[in-house]
């Protein structure tokens, strides 16, 4: 059985830091691509960030060099870490397993992250 487990949302202020994690479990960790998305309220899910099995990373543009994506594969764990949130980036956060051959793709259940003053 395959699990996605994320933690570390929270309420934060403006200009504040969290750090989401994603611990996995019922996979080959290190054989998946991992990726970060989110969805605020009425609008589509969107990809933050990705890190390959090869721990290459790309980021949506919106990220601007604020958060940093990184994988511990001997703790089957991924982490997003985020600086300098603004209100815009409030939204659920979800954390994403993904193989191409054969097609896998497993979702967690998601974390709260709130930008308030």
């Known amino acids: 059985q395959v699990q996605l487990v994320e933690s570390g949302g929270g309420l934060v202020q403006p200009g504040g830091s969290l750090r989401l994690s994603c611990a996995a479990s019922?996979?080959?960790?290190?054989?998946?691509?991992m990726g970060w998305y989110r969805q605020a309220p009425g609008k589509q899910r969107e990809l933050v960030a990705v890190?390959?099995?090869?721990?290459?990373?790309n980021y949506a543009d919106f990220v601007e060099g604020r958060f940093t994506i990184s994988r511990d594969n001997a703790k089957n764990t991924v982490y997003l870490q985020m600086n300098g949130l603004k209100p815009e980036d409030t939204a659920v956060y979800y954390c994403?397993?993904?193989?191409?051959?054969?097609?896998?793709?497993?979702w967690g259940q998601g974390t709260q992250v709130s930008v308030s003053s």
């Open positions: 994403n397993a993904r193989r191409s051959s054969p097609w896998n793709d497993y």
């Open positions: 890190i390959t099995r090869a721990s290459s990373t």
């Open positions: 019922g996979i080959i960790f290190s054989i998946y691509h």
